[in-house]
C-alpha cells in the first residue's frame, strides 16, 4: 500500500542554499563495503556531505550527499519539520573507503561516528538555508564508460565477476554523464551536481585509507575550474550491479590511488565536456515541483515480513525531471526511466533514502533477479518486481506534477476537417 504524500508545487523563483560539512572520522574505525575490512590506519583524502537545499515561498526540499556507503537516519528525518524542512533526501556516494556508521563503539560507545555525523549534517543543512540565493537551472549529458556490467551471462543464469583484471566491458551499463548546473544572478556557477552511475570501488578490500574514491578526485577538479565559489556534488546513479573498470587490487597499496586519480580524472574530463555544451545557455529559475510516497513491499524471503520504500520525484522548470530509489537500484531502472519521461533532462538518483526506513540492500530489475548472481538474489530484501514498481510511482509523480494525469477520464478524437 503506497502512502502518497501531496505534490508540491514551488512555483516563481528557486532559491538554493548550499553548505559543506567535514564527516571525517579518527583513524582506527572500521569502513563499510567490505567484510573483511581492517581497521583504517590513514586518511588519503577527507570525506565530506555536501548539501543542496531548494526553497520556494512555500516548500522547501533538501539533499545531503555523503561520502558514506549505507547510511540512514531516522533521528535527522525527524528534525526536518522544525528547520523548515518539508522533504530531506538521503543520498550516499557509496565509497566502501568511508566510515562505517554501525559500528557503535567507535570511537566510543559514548560517541559513536553516527551521533557526530548526524549532527554535522543537520549543521550543515541549517546553514544552507541561512544562506539562499535564487538559482537558475541549465542541464546537460555526455558520455563515457567506466565501468563494466559484474553479472555475467551464462545462459538463462549470471555468474558474478567481482575482479575484472582484463577490464573487459562486460555486459549492459549506462554511459549517461548527467550534469546539472546552479548559477546565481551574477551568472557565477555555484554548484555542479553531476550524475553517474558506478560503483566507487577503486579501492579494494585491503585498502585501510579513508577515502572518497574516484568521485573525489572529480569534484576537485571540477571546483578548481570554476573557482572557490563552486561546490560540486557527485550524486550516484542506480549503479547496482555496475564496477569499475579501474580497481586497485595488486599487491602495491602506494599504488592504489593512481588509479583513484585516474578514474576521477577521465569522470571529471567528461563532466567538463557535458558543461562545455551549456557554456553559453543561461539557466532558468521559473518552477520546481516536488512529489513523495512511501510504499510497503513484502520481504523476498519471508512474505509475512514486510518492509517500507520510497520514491521522490524532483521536475525543475519542467526540463529537469529526477527520481529517487533507495538501496542499490540496477541500471536498467535509469534507463527505463530516461525512455518513458519524456522529459528534456531525466536522472535517476540512487542510494537515497526519503524517509526513515531500513537500508534495503539491491534493487535488482525482473530479469536480472531472474538470472541471479550478487544483488539480484543475494543481498536483496525487497519482493521481486519492487524497482519496477517504485519506478513507476515515480512515473505517476512525474505525469501529475506535469499535469498529463487529469482528475476526470478523458478521450481526444481527431477531427478530419479541422485538421484541413
Known sequence: MAVCLAPAALQGEIRVGLSQVDITPPIGGLTTGYSSAKPTDGIHDPVSARVMVLESDSKCVALAVCDLCIY????????????????????????????????????????????????????????????????????????IQLGYNRLVHRGAFSVTHFENPERIPYGSVDRQVGVIRVTDEQQKVRAVLVNYACHPVVLGPRNRKISADYPGVMREIV???????????????????????????GDDRAQDFELVQVMGESLAEEVQRAISFIKDVPGVSSSFASSSSVTRFRNRWDPDQELEL????????????????????????????????????????????????????????????????????????????????????GLVQLFKLQGRLKSKAQRHTFDADSAK
Open 310 to 393: 520510497g520514491v521522490t520525484t524532483l521536475l525543475i522548470n519542467d526540463e529537469i525531471a529526477v527520481i529517487t530509489l533507495p538501496g542499490e537500484p540496477f541500471h536498467h531502472f535509469q534507463v527505463d526511466f530516461r525512455r518513458k519521461s519524456n522529459v528534456k533532462h531525466s536522472f535517476l538518483f540512487g542510494y537515497c533514502c526519503n524517509g526513515s526506513y531500513d537500508w534495503p540492500r539491491y534493487l535488482p530489475d525482473l530479469l536480472s533477479a531472474a538470472r541471479g548472481g550478487y544483488g539480484a538474489s543475494d543481498t536483496t530484501l525487497a519482493e521481486v518486481g519492487a524497482g519496477e514498481r517504485l519506478v513507476n510511482e
Open 72 to 143: 540512514n537516519s531516522p533521528w535527522l528525518h525527524d528534525q526536518m519539520a522544525a528547520i523548515g524542512v518539508d522533504r530531506m533526501l538521503l543520498l550516499n556516494t557509496h565509497t566502501h573507503a568511508g566510515p562505517k556508521l554501525s559500528q557503535d563503539n567507535f570511537p566510543s560507545s559514548e560517541n559513536p561516528w553516527r551521533d557526530t555525523v548526524d549532527q554535522r549534517l543537520l549543521a550543515g543543512i541549517k546553514q544552507a538555508k541561512q544562506a539562499m540565493f535564487k538559482g537558475y537551472f541549465a542541464s546537460a549529458e555526455s558520455q
Open 223 to 249: 571546483e578548481r575550474s570554476f573557482g572557490e565559489d563552486c561546490m560540486c556534488i557527485f550524486v550516484q546513479g542506480a549503479g547496482g550491479d555496475i564496477n569499475p573498470l579501474m580497481m586497485a587490487r
